[in-house]
């Protein structure tokens, strides 16, 4: 029967691949990518520079300018934003959202986070190796 054999050698692929040692995966949440909008590049420039300095992100993408379409105060809105993507803890998240609350100039920043779900073992090392501990 050629099926069993089959199923053996795409076990033994996929155990393979989630064994590698370049891939860490398995990270429960743990590490988080931050998305926070901004008026200006140097609104995002300073966020960045003092989410780094109290290291509660590893590092910071300013992306911009870009357009941004919302609804705010009963008006639909366009407006010019910067876009910070920034790589931190889950662990760290409050504490990283405060601080950008008190830095930001909107009323209601966007503060946001999802997953990381995998990642290369060396850049999860760097991330360990450059946030709070």
């Known amino acids: 029967m050629p099926f069993p054999k089959f199923r ?6 996929f155990s393979l691949r989630h064994s590698n040692e370049f891939s860490a995966n398995n990270l429960n949440n743990q590490y988080i990518i931050v998305f926070v909008t901004t008026a200006n590049k140097q609104e995002a420039e300073k966020i ?13 993408n300013i992306v911009g300018p870009m357009a941004s379409y919302f609804h705010w105060k009963g ?16 662990d760290l998240f409050e504490q990283l959202s405060a ?10 920043p966007e503060i946001i986070s999802i997953p990381v779900i995998e990642g290369s ?3 999860i090392e760097w991330l360990d190796n450059n946030l709070a501990q």
């Open 121 to 123: 073992k060396p850049y």
């Open 48 to 60: 960045s520079q003092n989410l780094l300095e109290a290291r509660l992100i590893a590092c910071a």
């Open 75 to 90: 008006k639909t809105e366009q407006v010019r934003e910067f876009l910070v993507i920034m790589k931190s803890r889950s």
């Open 99 to 108: 601080s950008v609350a008190k830095l930001h100039s909107y009323e209601v």
């Open 8 to 13: 053996s050698e795409l076990r033994q692929v």
